[in-house]
């Protein structure tokens, strides 16, 4: 059996690729794809460590962040698309509506 | 009892099945809209007889009993509690009797956001149900203040020109005084412990002076919405405004949910205090009937004349439920049905006319009964109904109530009863005046008005002659041999009389 | 069953009584659903048969009853049952009730008969044939109202069949409910028919009351219950029965037009004739007579409600026979001789005179019966006579229709428009006479028997009683002789009286019916024979009442056949000699001036409850509707007082003092630091969302940094 901190390893390594890819990238879809990409590096985490300490939470807790996730994507793709609609572009810097 | 296949939850909230396939049907669609409205009305109503028939009426306890914890928290102890006895039954069937009924009258009336429409009728149907089925205080407030909602927006949304004001002064004067009930419904339910009615009467030992105070302020709601006089002011308005079926829901079972408060929760939770007051209800039930139908003699609109009898003629049901006598009560019950079913028909009969002619006003009718021989037929045996001539229903109720208001050891003297007997007369005259100035005399300028933008006016069509004809048969029926009537209420009126008098040999 | 055994064996039929209530019910159904396709006579005898079974019905009770003298109550239904109320759809037969039946079934049915060819005509003239059917349907509805009101075994079914035929009188009072007496647009009629309806009504509240009194005292309305208890409550508390008997008493007024309730009864001649015949003459009006009768055992125990009841009978009985002298109107006359009349009833059975007080009631309806539909067929010769007159000059045939200013006004039923008519209405003539004889009291008619045994029994009971009948008697044949001079004598003052015809067979032949009647009506109590005396007193001897028998009176009999005679003769003198037209005034008018403007005026009984009752009612009603309930209550109360107040402490209040200058002070105050502080701080809101997300990356950075070194 692999130590724990393989995993954590990876799991490190992938959530930093998922921040890079949010902080980097214009794309929409991509800062998504990243985003799923961090909350899948902690699922990875939460399961190695559940495996460690042989206590069924960590899993409990994936599922939550599964079904969390899968709602986010929904929310997240009915936003992206209708602001397609309206703006046909979907870059974020063109969303700057906010700024004060 | 099985929860869901209990016949008091099915025909409660049976409507919402329907409430639920209207949202799947599109807002165009009107026929579909409506005939879904009606097909689940009178599934309800098909329930309801179902419910009629598991009735056992020589049994005086609560029958069909749901008995469900519900908020059990800090030790408040509420439950969905719902339960039925002679007191409730007829009103339940009222209720599911009129709804189709109005249903059906607005199949050309109501043209616009028909889905809307229909939504808050059926929506209306489960609050008012619920009112009459709830034994737990704080279940029967759940419902009672739900069914302003509907109401508010079909006063509100399909009303005429002045329907905000009617809707928000119809809201607002219920609402102030249903804050008064909830004070000493949360009064009872902190001091005894339990909010449901049965338990309360169970325990009692109020003390006389706390049982006046809680009586007071449970009338404050009841007599709002009943409408006693002197706080009938909303009354007019809201009838004025509402459309036709809201008119008929309204005069039909909304005002009966006041009378039916008094009968189920005031008269037997605060025997003492009942028969403390009697006298001052009885007064202001007589004065009630009086000025209502002088009121209603000197109005120009026709609903206004109806609104205002409505005044007059609860004025009635309210002088017989504290006659505190079995007359009185049985009579004040059977007088609620009576009330619902011919002032709904004179509010079905107006809405009919209002769709061709297009307005109310008195003085342009006339003649009508030559012209429209099967509408002015009809109108006379409701308005004869209405002002309580012997063989239809409204003198079984009339009479029943005076003369247990007559010989009543509660109200304690015969010349309220006297007085009373006088609105019989005046019933007469504002009810004939109405008679008279739509359908006989020569033809009215209205017929004229109607000609010119099209062929006249017509007389009642099929689809109005069936939306009628279930109550006039019931006119009848009641009127020539209302014993099945009678005898549903009978032991449970018998129990709550038996019940005050004991309290009134307590006090003394 | 054969006839010979209902005579030997005497089996009873009390079964059938119900039927007299179904068979008008079922006819006037039939008459409802069907009738749309008959033809008027299919209509009139569907009708006309079903009111005559209920006379069949009536008599074959009639005979059951020589085995039963003590009468039968057949149950149909319970009705009511509260506690101790129990009321039932019960009928009683007993000889009394059974002598209305026969009363109401026989004539009505004549009546029927007679309208098939009256309704025609009248239709005709008033052009709605779609009338017909309708007329019929109430007819019968009314004759099963009656008959509920007679047979009724309680006081509240009796009162069913009291509004009952209250409510058909309102809807044949204004059967014509579009115009008024002279066919032109107007509510006249209607108003009529509201004005007898109502009035009905206030007499109904008596009833009503002396109902409520009488359940409170004995626990039932029920008669033999009622009267059996009666002795016990009249010692103990004479009052009840007392208040009993004269708020019965309200209610017999209201029916039977007593003082002070008559107004309306006069004004019902609104309706068609044959409406004014039989209800308003021979049967509804005497439902209070039937009902004082029928309470006989209550009265008997009060001599002081009695005299009051006798009092109001003969003041009525007089006052009314003043009026009927000046009228002008051929049926208004006979409406105030009818009022008298019930004043001789009522003041009979008010003595305690049931029996000759019902005698009279029967007599009365046949030859009062008999005078309406005779003026009834005077009416329709002279609108012959005026539609023929108008077509001689108008060949185009729609006289009616294009009628010049003078003929709109034509009233048919003006005396003063009549004249000469023997000769040209020589049958309708007789018949009038026939029933004008009776009416007078003449020997040997029907009305000479039955008015002399209430005056000869007046003499014995109660003096005063008598001389204000025997002055009405005076009256009555007097205006009687008025109108046949006016009628029938003279010249015709009027070309549609001159060109008027004979009327139908259908209209005539009940008429001769009715007058055979009239002939012999008095050999149903001859003095010394007594049959109908006999017949009555099986019912009422069950309650051990000692009524008093008056022996004919031959003084009396005499007086009242002089006075009679006396009052024709003066009434030739002044009216037998020249014709009374709308020119000149009437000629009693010079003779008692001022008094006999009273009695052309009805002496402003009706401007007198307008002034006292009716225009304060209005008046008070439009008071408390406009000003107190809308513009006090609704637009001051509601609107201003709570709503404004709301709306001040909402708004004024609230809102602009606690709020705007309390609160808002100081959120305003800490809003403008934020604000100033938010517009340093916005350079940092760059709209990226890298930047926040860095931003955020930042901050767990430094949060974790500093969780991870501590």
């Given at each position: 059996?692999?130590?724990?901190?393989?995993?954590?390893?990876?799991?490190?390594?992938?959530?930093?690729?998922?921040?890079?890819?949010?902080?980097?990238?214009?794309?929409?879809?991509?800062?998504?794809?990243?985003?799923?990409?961090?909350?899948?590096?902690?699922?990875?985490?939460?399961?190695?460590?559940?495996?460690?300490?042989?206590?069924?939470?960590?899993?409990?807790?994936?599922?939550?962040?599964?079904?969390?996730?899968?709602?986010?994507?929904?929310?997240?793709?009915?936003?992206?698309?209708?602001?397609?609609?309206?703006?046909?572009?979907?870059?974020?810097?063109?969303?700057?509506?906010?700024?004060? | 009892?099985?929860?869901?296949?209990?016949?008091?939850?099915?025909?409660?909230?049976?409507?919402?099945?329907?409430?639920?396939?209207?949202?799947?049907?599109?807002?165009?669609?009107?026929?579909?809209?409506?005939?879904?409205?009606?097909?689940?009305?009178?599934?309800?109503?098909?329930?309801?007889?179902?419910?009629?028939?598991?009735?056992?009426?020589?049994?005086?306890?609560?029958?069909?009993?749901?008995?469900?914890?519900?908020?059990?928290?800090?030790?408040?102890?509420?439950?969905?509690?719902?339960?039925?006895?002679?007191?409730?039954?007829?009103?339940?069937?009222?209720?599911?009797?009129?709804?189709?009924?109005?249903?059906?009258?607005?199949?050309?009336?109501?043209?616009?956001?028909?889905?809307?429409?229909?939504?808050?009728?059926?929506?209306?149907?489960?609050?008012?149900?619920?009112?009459?089925?709830?034994?737990?205080?704080?279940?029967?407030?759940?419902?009672?203040?739900?069914?302003?909602?509907?109401?508010?927006?079909?006063?509100?949304?399909?009303?005429?020109?002045?329907?905000?004001?009617?809707?928000?002064?119809?809201?607002?004067?219920?609402?102030?005084?249903?804050?008064?009930?909830?004070?000493?419904?949360?009064?009872?339910?902190?001091?005894?412990?339990?909010?449901?009615?049965?338990?309360?009467?169970?325990?009692?030992?109020?003390?006389?002076?706390?049982?006046?105070?809680?009586?007071?302020?449970?009338?404050?709601?009841?007599?709002?919405?009943?409408?006693?006089?002197?706080?009938?002011?909303?009354?007019?308005?809201?009838?004025?405004?509402?459309?036709?079926?809201?008119?008929?829901?309204?005069?039909?079972?909304?005002?009966?949910?006041?009378?039916?408060?008094?009968?189920?929760?005031?008269?037997?939770?605060?025997?003492?205090?009942?028969?403390?007051?009697?006298?001052?209800?009885?007064?202001?039930?007589?004065?009630?009937?009086?000025?209502?139908?002088?009121?209603?003699?000197?109005?120009?609109?026709?609903?206004?004349?109806?609104?205002?009898?409505?005044?007059?003629?609860?004025?009635?049901?309210?002088?017989?439920?504290?006659?505190?006598?079995?007359?009185?009560?049985?009579?004040?019950?059977?007088?609620?049905?009576?009330?619902?079913?011919?002032?709904?028909?004179?509010?079905?009969?107006?809405?009919?006319?209002?769709?061709?002619?297009?307005?109310?006003?008195?003085?342009?009718?006339?003649?009508?009964?030559?012209?429209?021989?099967?509408?002015?037929?009809?109108?006379?045996?409701?308005?004869?109904?209405?002002?309580?001539?012997?063989?239809?229903?409204?003198?079984?109720?009339?009479?029943?109530?005076?003369?247990?208001?007559?010989?009543?050891?509660?109200?304690?003297?015969?010349?309220?009863?006297?007085?009373?007997?006088?609105?019989?007369?005046?019933?007469?005259?504002?009810?004939?005046?109405?008679?008279?100035?739509?359908?006989?005399?020569?033809?009215?300028?209205?017929?004229?008005?109607?000609?010119?933008?099209?062929?006249?006016?017509?007389?009642?069509?099929?689809?109005?002659?069936?939306?009628?004809?279930?109550?006039?048969?019931?006119?009848?029926?009641?009127?020539?041999?209302?014993?099945?009537?009678?005898?549903?209420?009978?032991?449970?009126?018998?129990?709550?009389?038996?019940?005050?008098?004991?309290?009134?040999?307590?006090?003394? | 069953?054969?006839?010979?055994?209902?005579?030997?064996?005497?089996?009873?039929?009390?079964?059938?009584?119900?039927?007299?209530?179904?068979?008008?019910?079922?006819?006037?159904?039939?008459?409802?659903?069907?009738?749309?396709?008959?033809?008027?006579?299919?209509?009139?005898?569907?009708?006309?048969?079903?009111?005559?079974?209920?006379?069949?019905?009536?008599?074959?009770?009639?005979?059951?009853?020589?085995?039963?003298?003590?009468?039968?109550?057949?149950?149909?239904?319970?009705?009511?049952?509260?506690?101790?109320?129990?009321?039932?759809?019960?009928?009683?037969?007993?000889?009394?009730?059974?002598?209305?039946?026969?009363?109401?079934?026989?004539?009505?049915?004549?009546?029927?008969?007679?309208?098939?060819?009256?309704?025609?005509?009248?239709?005709?003239?008033?052009?709605?044939?779609?009338?017909?059917?309708?007329?019929?349907?109430?007819?019968?509805?009314?004759?099963?109202?009656?008959?509920?009101?007679?047979?009724?075994?309680?006081?509240?079914?009796?009162?069913?069949?009291?509004?009952?035929?209250?409510?058909?009188?309102?809807?044949?009072?204004?059967?014509?409910?579009?115009?008024?007496?002279?066919?032109?647009?107007?509510?006249?009629?209607?108003?009529?028919?509201?004005?007898?309806?109502?009035?009905?009504?206030?007499?109904?509240?008596?009833?009503?009351?002396?109902?409520?009194?009488?359940?409170?005292?004995?626990?039932?309305?029920?008669?033999?219950?009622?009267?059996?208890?009666?002795?016990?409550?009249?010692?103990?508390?004479?009052?009840?029965?007392?208040?009993?008997?004269?708020?019965?008493?309200?209610?017999?007024?209201?029916?039977?037009?007593?003082?002070?309730?008559?107004?309306?009864?006069?004004?019902?001649?609104?309706?068609p004739t044959p409406v004014s015949a039989l209800i308003h003459a021979a049967t509804m009006v005497t439902a209070g007579v039937y009902l004082v009768a029928r309470s006989a055992p209550l009265?008997?125990?009060?001599?002081?409600?009695?005299?009051?009841?006798?009092?109001?009978?003969?003041?009525?009985?007089?006052?009314?026979?003043?009026?009927?002298?000046?009228?002008?109107?051929?049926?208004?006359?006979?409406?105030?001789?009818?009022?008298?009349?019930?004043?001789?009833?009522?003041?009979?059975?008010?003595?305690?005179?049931?029996?000759?007080?019902?005698?009279?009631?029967?007599?009365?309806?046949?030859?009062?019966?008999?005078?309406?539909?005779?003026?009834?067929?005077?009416?329709?010769?002279?609108?012959?006579?005026h539609h023929h007159g108008h077509h001689d000059h108008d060949d185009h045939g729609h006289g009616d229709h294009h009628d010049d200013e003078k003929s709109e006004v034509f009233d048919p039923?003006?005396?003063?428009?009549?004249?000469?008519?023997?000769?040209?209405?020589?049958?309708?003539?007789?018949?009038?006479?026939?029933?004008?004889?009776?009416?007078?009291?003449?020997?040997?008619?029907?009305?000479?028997?039955?008015?002399?045994?209430?005056?000869?029994?007046?003499?014995?009971?109660?003096?005063?009683?008598?001389?204000?009948?025997?002055?009405?008697?005076?009256?009555?044949?007097?205006?009687?002789?008025?109108?046949?001079?006016?009628?029938?004598?003279?010249?015709?003052?009027?070309?549609?009286?001159?060109?008027?015809?004979?009327?139908?067979?259908?209209?005539?032949?009940?008429?001769?019916?009715?007058?055979?009647?009239?002939?012999?009506?008095?050999?149903?109590?001859?003095?010394?024979?007594?049959?109908?005396?006999?017949?009555?007193?099986?019912?009422?001897?069950?309650?051990?009442?000692?009524?008093?028998?008056?022996?004919?009176?031959?003084?009396?009999?005499?007086?009242?056949?002089?006075?009679?005679?006396?009052?024709?003769?003066?009434?030739?003198?002044?009216?037998?000699?020249?014709?009374?037209?709308?020119?000149?005034?009437?000629?009693?008018?010079?003779?008692?001036?001022?008094?006999?403007?009273?009695?052309?005026?009805?002496?402003?009984?009706?401007?007198?409850?307008?002034?006292?009752?009716?225009?304060?009612?209005?008046?008070?009603?439009?008071?408390?509707?406009?000003?107190?309930?809308?513009?006090?209550?609704?637009?001051?109360?509601?609107?201003?007082?709570?709503?404004?107040?709301?709306?001040?402490?909402?708004?004024?209040?609230?809102?602009?003092?606690?709020?705007?200058?309390?609160?808002?002070?100081?959120?305003?105050?800490?809003?403008?630091?934020?604000?100033?502080?938010?517009?340093?701080?916005?350079?940092?809101?760059?709209?990226?969302?890298?930047?926040?997300?860095?931003?955020?990356?930042?901050?767990?950075?430094?949060?974790?940094?500093?969780?991870?070194?501590?």
């Amino acid at each position: 059996m692999l130590p724990v901190s393989y995993y954590v390893g990876l799991s490190a390594i992938l959530f930093t690729i998922g921040a890079l890819g949010v902080l980097i990238r214009r794309n929409a879809i991509i800062i998504f794809m990243s985003i799923e990409l961090m909350l899948n590096a902690a699922n990875l985490a939460f399961v190695a460590f559940a495996r460690a300490h042989e206590s069924l939470s960590g899993q409990i807790f994936v599922f939550f962040v599964i079904t969390v996730a899968a709602a986010e994507v929904a929310v997240g793709l009915a936003l992206i698309v209708a602001i397609f609609r309206n703006k046909q572009s979907i870059d974020v810097d063109q969303m700057s509506n906010l700024k004060g | 009892m099985n929860p869901v296949l209990n016949p008091l939850t099915l025909v409660t909230f049976f409507p919402l099945l329907g409430v639920l396939a209207l949202f799947f049907i599109q807002s165009d669609r009107k026929n579909t809209l409506r005939w879904t409205a009606l097909i689940t009305s009178l599934i309800t109503f098909g329930i309801s007889m179902w419910l009629l028939a598991e009735f056992n009426a020589k049994d005086p306890e609560l029958q069909m009993v749901i008995n469900l914890p519900w908020i059990q928290v800090a030790g408040w102890n509420i439950s969905f509690y719902m339960g039925v006895d002679g007191l409730s039954i007829l009103l339940v069937l009222l209720t599911t009797f009129l709804t189709p009924i109005s249903i059906l009258s607005t199949w050309t009336a109501i043209e616009e956001r028909v889905k809307d429409f229909m939504l808050f009728f059926l929506l209306l149907e489960v609050g008012m149900l619920g009112v009459f089925l709830a034994q737990d205080l704080f279940l029967f407030y759940v419902f009672w203040e739900f069914t302003l909602v509907p109401m508010y927006f079909l006063i509100g949304i399909w009303g005429g020109p002045n329907r905000m004001y009617a809707a928000v002064k119809f809201f607002l004067y219920t609402m102030a005084g249903s804050l008064l009930m909830l004070l000493a419904i949360l009064w009872l339910g902190i001091y005894q412990d339990t909010f449901a009615v049965p338990e309360l009467i169970a325990k009692g030992g109020i003390p006389a002076n706390i049982q006046i105070w809680l009586f007071l302020a449970f009338a404050a709601a009841f007599a709002i919405k009943v409408p006693m006089w002197p706080l009938h002011s909303w009354l007019p308005d809201a009838h004025v405004e509402a459309p036709t079926a809201g008119s008929v829901i309204l005069a039909g079972v909304l005002l009966k949910m006041g009378t039916y408060g008094f009968v189920r929760f005031n008269i037997p939770l605060f025997p003492a205090a009942a028969v403390k007051l009697a006298p001052w209800m009885a007064l202001l039930a007589v004065i009630g009937i009086i000025y209502g139908a002088a009121v209603s003699y000197a109005q120009k609109d026709i609903k206004k004349l109806v609104a205002y009898s409505s005044v007059s003629h609860l004025g009635f049901v309210m002088l017989g439920l504290f006659a505190l006598n079995p007359q009185g009560i049985q009579g004040g019950i059977l007088q609620m049905i009576n009330h619902g079913l011919s002032t709904g028909a004179l509010f079905l009969l107006v809405g009919m006319i209002y769709e061709q002619t297009h307005t109310r006003d008195f003085d342009v009718y006339g003649g009508l009964w030559k012209l429209t021989p099967v509408f002015g037929t009809l109108s006379l045996i409701v308005v004869l109904s209405s002002m309580g001539l012997p063989g239809l229903n409204g003198f079984v109720g009339e009479f029943t109530i005076l003369l247990g208001a007559f010989g009543s050891d509660a109200i304690g003297s015969p010349w309220y009863a006297g007085l009373a007997a006088i609105g019989v007369i005046l019933a007469a005259v504002y009810m004939l005046y109405m008679f008279q100035k739509m359908f006989l005399g020569p033809e009215g300028s209205v017929v004229e008005e109607v000609k010119k933008h099209g062929h006249g006016i017509k007389d009642l069509n099929l689809r109005e002659i069936v939306t009628l004809v279930p109550i006039l048969i019931l006119i009848f029926w009641i009127g020539l041999y209302p014993k099945p009537f009678f005898a549903l209420m009978a032991p449970t009126v018998d129990k709550l009389v038996a019940a005050v008098q004991a309290a009134a040999v307590a006090m003394h | 069953m054969l006839l010979s055994e209902v005579v030997t064996s005497g089996p009873d039929f009390f079964y059938l009584a119900p039927w007299l209530v179904f068979f008008p019910v079922i006819g006037l159904l039939i008459n409802i659903i069907f009738g749309g396709r008959f033809s008027e006579k299919v209509i009139g005898t569907v009708a006309s048969t079903a009111s005559g079974l209920t006379f069949v019905v009536a008599v074959l009770l009639a005979l059951s009853l020589r085995a039963h003298h003590e009468g039968v109550t057949i149950l149909l239904a319970e009705w009511i049952a509260i506690g101790e109320l129990q009321l039932d759809w019960a009928f009683r037969v007993d000889t009394l009730s059974v002598t209305m039946m026969m009363v109401v079934g026989g004539v009505g049915t004549l009546i029927h008969i007679y309208a098939i060819g009256y309704m025609h005509e009248d239709v005709r003239f008033k052009n709605d044939p779609g009338r017909f059917r309708r007329f019929f349907v109430f007819l019968n509805l009314f004759i099963a109202a009656m008959m509920i009101l007679v047979s009724g075994d309680n006081y509240l079914m009796l009162f069913v069949g009291w509004e009952g035929v209250g409510l058909c009188s309102f809807l044949l009072i204004g059967f014509w409910y579009e115009m008024d007496t002279l066919a032109r647009a107007s509510t006249d009629n209607a108003m009529a028919a509201k004005k007898a309806f109502i009035t009905n009504r206030v007499g109904d509240f008596g009833f009503l009351i002396a109902g409520m009194i009488m359940f409170w005292a004995f626990k039932s309305v029920q008669f033999d219950t009622v009267f059996e208890a009666a002795h016990h409550i009249a010692e103990l508390q004479p009052g009840i029965i007392i208040a009993i008997t004269l708020f019965m008493l309200l209610g017999v007024a209201g029916k039977s037009a007593q003082i002070p309730l008559f107004v309306w009864l006069p004004d019902a001649m609104a309706g068609p004739t044959p409406v004014s015949a039989l209800i308003h003459a021979a049967t509804m009006v005497t439902a209070g007579v039937y009902l004082v009768a029928r309470s006989a055992p209550l009265y008997m125990l009060v001599p002081q409600a009695q005299g009051i009841v006798a009092i109001v009978g003969g003041a009525t009985a007089l006052f009314a026979a003043t009026i009927a002298v000046g009228q002008y109107d051929i049926k208004k006359v006979l409406a105030y001789s009818t009022i008298s009349q019930l004043g001789f009833m009522v003041a009979a059975v008010g003595m305690g005179a049931f029996v000759a007080g019902m005698f009279h009631l029967v007599t009365h309806a046949f030859f009062k019966a008999l005078l309406f539909l005779s003026a009834g067929s005077v009416i329709l010769g002279v609108e012959r006579g005026h539609h023929h007159g108008h077509h001689d000059h108008d060949d185009h045939g729609h006289g009616d229709h294009h009628d010049d200013e003078k003929s709109e006004v034509f009233d048919p039923g003006d005396m003063r428009n009549m004249g000469g008519m023997r000769k040209s209405m020589p049958v309708t003539f007789w018949l009038y006479i026939i029933g004008s004889l009776a009416l007078a009291g003449i020997f040997p008619f029907a009305g000479f028997w039955s008015k002399d045994e209430i005056l000869a029994e007046a003499t014995a009971l109660n003096f005063t009683v008598y001389i204000l009948l025997a002055i009405a008697a005076f009256f009555t044949a007097f205006y009687m002789g008025r109108q046949i001079w006016m009628v029938f004598y003279g010249k015709p003052k009027h070309e549609a009286a001159e060109h008027a015809e004979e009327s139908p067979p259908i209209i005539t032949v009940p008429l001769m019916v009715l007058a055979a009647l009239s002939i012999l009506g008095g050999a149903l109590n001859l003095p010394g024979v007594g049959t109908f005396t006999h017949w009555l007193e099986m019912t009422y001897e069950k309650f051990d009442l000692h009524l008093h028998h008056g022996e004919f009176n031959l003084t009396v009999a005499i007086t009242s056949t002089v006075l009679a005679l006396l009052a024709i003769g003066i009434s030739w003198l002044i009216y037998g000699r020249k014709s009374v037209t709308f020119d000149q005034a009437d000629p009693l008018k010079r003779i008692l001036g001022p008094i006999f403007v009273g009695m052309e005026n009805k002496w402003w009984i009706d401007e007198l409850y307008w002034a006292v009752i009716l225009n304060p009612y209005i008046a008070i009603a439009k008071f408390t509707a406009d000003v107190i309930d809308w513009r006090f209550w609704h637009d001051w109360f509601h609107d201003k007082v709570i709503a404004g107040t709301f709306n001040w402490f909402s708004k004024t209040f609230l809102d602009s003092w606690i709020d705007q200058r309390g609160i808002d002070g100081f959120a305003n105050g800490l809003a403008a630091g934020t604000k100033e502080l938010a517009q340093r701080l916005s350079g940092i809101q760059t709209g990226f969302v890298r930047n926040y997300a860095l931003s955020v990356f930042v901050g767990v950075v430094v949060i974790l940094g500093y969780l991870i070194l501590q």
